[in-house]
T-cell receptor, first 111, second 120 residues
């Protein structure tokens, strides 16, 4: 399973765009990149998943460069309720049922 | 509401007690998981079931005993726990990995809200 590296914490203000970058240098050909969000005392919640280029949904955008060795989760116009831990995971066909959660990025949104 | 329901939400038990955690999913999934999340630690995968068959036991002590009677229900039976077992226990479900690459690669897990367990 490809290891991921992401910043431990980030601060932002309401209304700003937040970009969280994740490094996954050993990503395999079949691996997808998935991001989860977790609030305190809750289970992680799926945000977005992508394989290459750009993916956008109602919550976020995911940018993946051509070499796929990193990815950036973009949260437009964050609010206080976006304060959470964000996890980047990489997995593929061989053992994808194993989600290996790292420490994630703790995002704090200030008023 | 994620479609995965865990009960109870909070549980306090003594080290000699026996209790069970319950998880139920209404998503039509065939794979279910137990995770443990201790304070300030990443989630740790404990057990995996696919079509009611246990496919993963991540070196979990025998005082934790999982049970999966059908694809919609998952239990975690607890006995003679230790204080260090206090944690948030999370259940998740996903599509099965029946050999279709597209499903395998896209494995998206849906988590319940968890059971906050305190062992005294």
């Amino acid at each position: 399973l490809a290891k991921t590296t992401q910043p431990i914490s980030m601060d932002s203000y309401e209304g700003q765009e937040v970009n969280i970058t994740c490094s996954h240098n050993n990503i395999a050909t079949n691996d997808y990149i998935t991001w989860y969000q977790q609030f305190p005392s809750q289970g992680p919640r799926f945000i977005i998943q992508g394989y290459k280029t750009k993916v956008t949904n109602e919550v976020a955008s995911l940018f993946i460069p051509a070499d796929r060795k990193s990815s950036t989760l973009s949260l437009p116009r964050v609010s206080l309720s976006d304060t959470a831990v964000y996890y980047c995971l990489v997995g593929g066909a061989d053992s994808s049922y194993k989600l290996i959660f790292g420490s994630g990025t703790r995002l704090l949104v200030r008023p | 509401e994620t479609g995965v329901t865990q009960t109870p939400r909070h549980l306090v038990m003594g080290m000699t007690n026996k209790k069970s955690l319950k998880c139920e999913q209404h998503l039509g999934h065939n794979a279910m998981y137990w995770y443990k999340q201790s304070a300030k630690k990443p989630l740790e995968l404990m057990f995996v079931y696919n079509f009611k068959e246990q496919t993963e036991n991540n070196s979990v002590p025998s005082r934790f005993s999982p049970e999966c009677p059908n694809s919609s229900h998952l239990f975690l039976h607890l006995h003679t726990l230790q204080p260090e077992d206090s944690a948030l226990y999370l259940c998740a479900s996903s599509q099965d990995w029946s050999g279709l690459t597209i499903y395998l690669a896209k494995n998206i897990q849906y988590f319940g809200a968890g059971t906050r367990l305190s062992v005294l």
